[in-house]
T-cell receptor, first 115, second 120 residues
């Protein structure tokens, strides 16, 4: 069964420290992997999409890496700010036949950046 | 440029009542999905559709029905609401992916803003 896991479930860091968020998945046959941000009571904001052929993707202070062989992705947020406090979700589109290319989500990591 | 639109955004139901959530997308996407999100958890797939007139079950389909009569709309129905269906519901849509399309741009999945449903 294709599964996505995010550990830890919650993380607290002081402002300015770099954030490292982990995502692991059980099958290396994927189309892509996507990181989302979710603020309390809000919808999903797509942060980065990494194609299966890519090793990393960058946007501003955000950098996401992908290692398909080990089933891991890491989201790095440099020089964290209180505004980075949110829940971060990792989602994978596995290559499952007849599954509608659905996204499988991890449980999320809730991040608190303390001023 | 509406993208994916869900209605209603908020609803309170009594146990046993029925209701329908509407999802509309204006991007001509073939695939549409309904997910639910419970506190402290990621999203779980309820049902999905790979084209007009088709539907399929996801991970947690019990207690829900869906219909895709028009390509741009995907309806999620609760026939007899239960407190366990209190959740946030997200609709999404995308183009289909085929093997070898891992590097094709624009193959992301687009989400609506969510519908908050409380069953009392």
């Amino acid at each position: 069964k294709q599964e996505v896991t995010q550990i830890p479930a919650a993380l607290s860091v002081p402002e300015g420290e770099n954030l490292v968020l982990n995502c692991s998945f059980t099958d290396s046959a994927i189309y892509n992997l996507q990181w989302f941000r979710q603020d309390p009571g809000k919808g999903l904001t797509s942060l980065l999409l990494i194609q299966s052929s890519q090793r990393e993707q960058t946007s501003g202070r955000l950098n996401a890496s992908l290692d398909k062989s080990s089933g891991r992705s890491t989201l790095y947020i440099a020089a964290s700010q209180p505004g980075d406090s949110a829940t971060y979700l990792c989602a994978v589109r596995f290559m499952i036949k007849a599954a509608g290319n659905k996204l499988t989500f991890g449980g999320g990591t809730r991040v608190l950046v303390k001023p | 440029n509406a993208g994916v639109t869900q209605t209603p955004k908020f609803r309170v139901l009594k146990t046993g009542q029925s209701m329908t959530l509407l999802c509309a997308q204006d991007m001509n996407h073939e695939y549409m999905y309904w997910y639910r999100q419970d506190p402290g958890m990621g999203l779980r797939l309820i049902h999905y559709s790979v084209g007009e007139g088709t539907t399929a079950k996801g991970e947690v389909p019990d207690g829900y029905n869906v219909s895709r009569l028009k390509k741009q709309n995907f309806l999620l129905g609760l026939e007899s609401a239960a407190p366990s269906q209190t959740s946030v519901y997200f609709c999404a849509s995308s183009y289909p992916l085929l093997p070898g399309q891992g590097a094709v741009s624009g193959n992301t999945i687009y989400f609506g803003e969510g519908s908050w449903l409380t069953v009392v």
